[in-house]
């Protein structure tokens, strides 16, 4: 049986560090619930646990895992399995640490997920930085392969499997299922239209399963222990555990697994060991420079997170990446920085955001360089509320979050004096 | 058989082999890299070449290259030097490493040492926030994480491939 | 699914409101299409209702509901009016990419719309140069139009940020890219990959830095290059040949026919008159007009930009000639005309009339007419014969390509379509893609090959014999064919081929010149008839032969009574008086100028001195099809009327007429006032044609999508058809016999043979005028096998010496590696003099 201790289900490395080799994974009860999937076990009882267990998608949209197996198109064949592991967001690297340290889990949840929905094929998309991680993921799959887990006629039965890295190159935007899928066709990374959907028109037009790498590595332990075991840990609508990665101005930054439904204190003060030297907190980003700022006060800090109480906040879930900000920061300086990432990472498919990334970007820069009036404020946020509700794909209407947010919530950081230059504030390395 | 598919056959092969037999188009990433590593960037041959493994135009190779950060259509440094400063770094002083290390180095960011050695290069993150300053290395071969990085560390970085390259001469 | 290749098999009615008025339309039609189906215009720039939906520039955004369905009963819930209820959605949609849905609600005309059109149009125009005073396509512009009806009267964006980007930027020779103005909407690169399957541009880099690329070597090489032009929504892309040559206002229109190949597309000369032509009318561009039928809303870069050879430059004949002397000196209508009567009086029944295949019909009536008056020959200047079974077995009333698909195929052989009659070729590749199944048989590889599901390869000279072979396939055994066809009858492709042939529902079969002389092409027409007849392919809409002719109007030739010559130098050179219009023998090969030279008394009558002309006795010169009026019969047997778009000069009159004032000089009355007049004899007298009216051809009938000078940000430049779509015309009824000739063997040749192939840009007299093609034009060439080649050691691209025909010319090598051993590529009207297969020696 695989070990758990406390709540590390999918950072188990961290209690046993033997589990990142294939010898100490096979040794902990590893690749036994594959075996017993692939020869005793139907497709459907395989998504019907993953169903049962409440798993939600971990990339950020938290869509239900086993309703997205459930959609896939049985009428259509083959069927295809996408791995999401382009992770990109700013103050997400949660997905690096699972392939990195507990990659033979990662990998037995990438093949389960194939068995459920009678992929043959499994393509791994990491993003095109995480070189030397696709280097060791395929040496992994050859050894799976050299094990006989992986290729034809498995355990003596007709099931075949493959898994196969992708490496992207440098953009964000092939996060974005559809993009993702356009970028390992061989094509630009830009978003498709939506409808359809993967589940039913994905890669190269096929039914296919698109999942970030850490709602995939849950699924060995579920489909081991049960979905009913996987539902103690959480909420009742958020079951199981999260990695929060925690980044910014707080002394302990790191990946936390813990389970949905700890607070935004519990993880900021307590597990991340507070602000250094004595600041005080500011404003949360709860899902990376995708997200709208909370302003930190004790209701946001005793705010569970979960898929249903951040939302209450005027802000999302998302990846839990928390990028914590302090009272040295100053927000006109914070959204230029996340302008400037979406203005680099737009694809410019779409109007809105081709443009208005640019054009926000322009404004934010003037701003940062006291060279902007008060109007130029209300400009900025005027551009931004034109842009949401008109983009082709989420990454303009997150280019919005941020600016909006901040100039709403935070007006004493954006009352502009004139000819008042940088504004970056107290910045200095807190690594040493 | 062209210069690319002729020099790199079998892993050409290898490449084309993950993916289904009327689908080669998706092999034009994989072969961006491998043509990469003749010198760093990809050249108009280059395009020309992947444009007739996989069966498509040079153009649509070109529009592939010109979309993703990590693919170089001129020559830079051997050893890109990209340092993340976004946002979660940034707060933990990457502005300030960034402008350390160029200043050193005698370069703007994005500029190219004048050995041809470094190339240095503000991108966007590259999920290792919380081992800010950070940045990765591209150079022919490779792309490699170097995690809480100090100016020193970097200049002795590449003080190591100065020597190196030196005594290959 | 794109319109242009969605079969048209959807019935199924799904009714909606559009702002407030109710509309019924099949299902699937986008939001968008459904609008402008009754008129309501929701702004665009990315969709194109040619091209598959992609919802990128976002300036369709609506408000889009449905009814609200109880989920327990599965009925629509009421209000207590009893009207249903309607659920719209948080966000604006796009109206490009929605279908409709039963009950659904649309609304265009809400502050929330129409504050997001000016958003979206602000958006568009932070990064637009605003220079619409130098910009070509001021006054037909989409942005301009779209910005004047939605857009905010002040700018936010603040000037010096708006981006500097080059201007002036070559994509290829033709096309010109002014990087500010592009809005990145894609139309032009979607149009070329999805349209043209020729993606040699495409966008480079992303967010705001996304720009249009060419990496092809010459840059866009496409021969579709000129229509993104047409469809692009700003004046990002122009064609070398208009611009800055003309504001649009200043333009007038005129239908016309292109003349360059038998797909008869139909076309709009825009004209103007120009100080620096001394006050003359001018033609300034040629553009596409809509006929869904023929070319849609279409036109290949030749038809486009081939137009020069009409202008009225110095090479242009304005008067009559006559040798005096030796030396052909000017001479007065009178005294010309009275010596041709004279000298055709004297020949009798010697008379010889060759006619080129891109006259009108009424000029080949006139002529034919004459000739047969004097009990002389009628010929027709052209290497393809089977004129006479298309008119049986040809297609028929009511056909269109465009309603081939699933069930149905069409077999191509003996062609490289794209290169012969490129709009065919689109429309083909089309039915593919709808489904049907598209056969290709030929010696070497062509690119319709690639929308093929049967690639059919044979030995050249074995075109009838592999037709032979798949009526064969399906056939009882016959021991009597050739060895050639028994080779072939046991392929497998072939047989599948012929399986799939003799169980479609619909058949056309394509057959062109490749490699044939008019011996070859006889017999491959009479084999294409046989396969038609075998599997009941004829005498109903959507089935039939159709020749890819070697000229527009060679249908129409066949049609009035003219005839290929077997031989035509020794027609020619035994002929007492020839009188050559609109073809130019000598320049096709010397054998022909030796007989002209030989002929007794040779009149030449055309717009350009020819090298035919130059031998001539008398020069009689015409007007050009820019300046008349007349009829085209296409290869699909369609007839359409061209109308005079510029005067012509004094004195110069359609061809007909000018035949008809030598006629009445012989006692032959001939109409010799109105074209038309010509064509009500036509329809008198030539059986398919009984009962056509010039009004019948002018009827035109609603066409989709909607294109036209109000909807310019729909469909882009092209222009509607308010001047007729013609008719075509119907088979002759008579059900021929299955007849089998037995395929001749191919010549054989000591050395390597030599086989005729049709290149679109040829270095013929009506092409070579056109400067603006002149980059685009290869020099003399011929193709060589990989093995001849290494035979040989010849590089591609080295200069060699061809002997053809006791001819030498000095040509570049190519090489085709899907080309047999022995055999040499020669292109037709490069200056090479090949008619049919020969034998051919290369040196180096």
New interface residues.
Partial sequence: MSTVKGSHILLRHRDNPALSTFEGYIKDGGFKTWKQVVTRMTPEAVVNEVFDSGLRGRGGAGFPTGLKWRFIDKNNWPHYVVVNADESEPGTFKDREIMESNPWQFLEGVMLTAYAVNANVAYIYLRGEFWMLAAELDKQIARLRKEKLLGMKLFGTDYELELHTHLGAGAYICGEETALLESLEGKLGQPRLRPPFPPSFGLYGKPTIVNNVETLANVPLIIEKGAKWYRKFGTEKSPGTKIFSLSGRVAKPGNYELPLGTTYGDLIMTHGGGIPEGRKIKAIMSAGASSTLIVADDKALATPMDYESVPALGAQLGSASIIVIDETVDLKWLVDKTVHFFNHESCGKCTPCREGTYWMNNITQRILHGEAEQKDVDLLKDVAMNMKGKCLCALGEFATEAVVSSIERFPKDFKIKAGAKTIAGELKVMHD | MNALQTKYAKEVKAILAKYPDDQKRSAVMPLLYVAQREAGYVSRQHLADIAEIIEVTPTEVASIVGFYTLYHDQPEGKYRIQVCNDLPCAMRGADAFLQGVCENLGIEVGGTTDDGLVTVEAVMCLAACDKAPMFQVQDYENITYYEEQTVDSTLKLVDKWRKAGAKKK | MTDAVKPNVETTLVNLTIDNVPVSVPKGTLVVDAAKRIGIDIPVFCYHPKLE???????C?VDIGLPAVNRETGKVETDKQGRPVINFG???QTGC?VEVAEGMVVVGYTEKVQK?RQ??L???L??HPLDCPICDKGGECPLQNLTMAHGRSDS???FD?KIKLAKHVPLGEMIFLDRERC??CARCTRFQDEIAD?????????????QI????EPGFDSIWSGNTTDICPVGALTTTDFRFGARPWELQASASLCTHCPVGCNTTLNTRREAKAGGEMVVKRVMPRQNEEVNEIWLCDKGRFAHHYAAKDDGRLTGPLVRRDGKLVAATWEKALALVAEKFEGAGKGLVTLAGGKLTNEDLYNLAGLAKARGGKALLDSRMAGGDLTAQVGLSTGSNLADLGKGDAALVVACDLEEEAPLWWLRVKQAAERGATVIVANPRRTKLERHAAFTLRYEYGHEAALVTALVGSFSPKRADLPAAVQALIRDKDVKDAGQAIAGAKDLIVFYGSEGTGLAESAALARACANLLIGTGHIGRPNNGLVAVWDKANAQGGWDMGLRPSADLAADLGAAKAAYIVAADPAGDSPALAEAVKAAGFVVVQDIRLSATAELADVVLPAAAFTERDGTFTSGERRVQRLHPAVPAYAGLRGDFAVTAQIAARLGVAQEKRLATGVFNQIAASVPAYAGLTSAALSEVREQWPVIGRGDVYYGGTTYDNKQGLGVQLPVSGDSPALTFEQPAEPAKFKGLKAVPVTRLYDRGTTVTPSAVLHPRLPGAFIALSVEDADKMKIEPGQKVQATLNGVTVEVEAHIDNSLAQGVVLAPRSFGLAIEGPCEITVKK
């Fill in positions: 939906p992609v919802g990128m520039c976002r300036m955004l948080r966000a604006l990419t997001a958003d979206v602000e958006f568009l932070t990064s936010r964006f603040i940020e809005i990145q020729d993606p040699v541009i495409g966008f480079e880099a992303r967010g705001r830095s996304l690329v060419t990496y092809s």
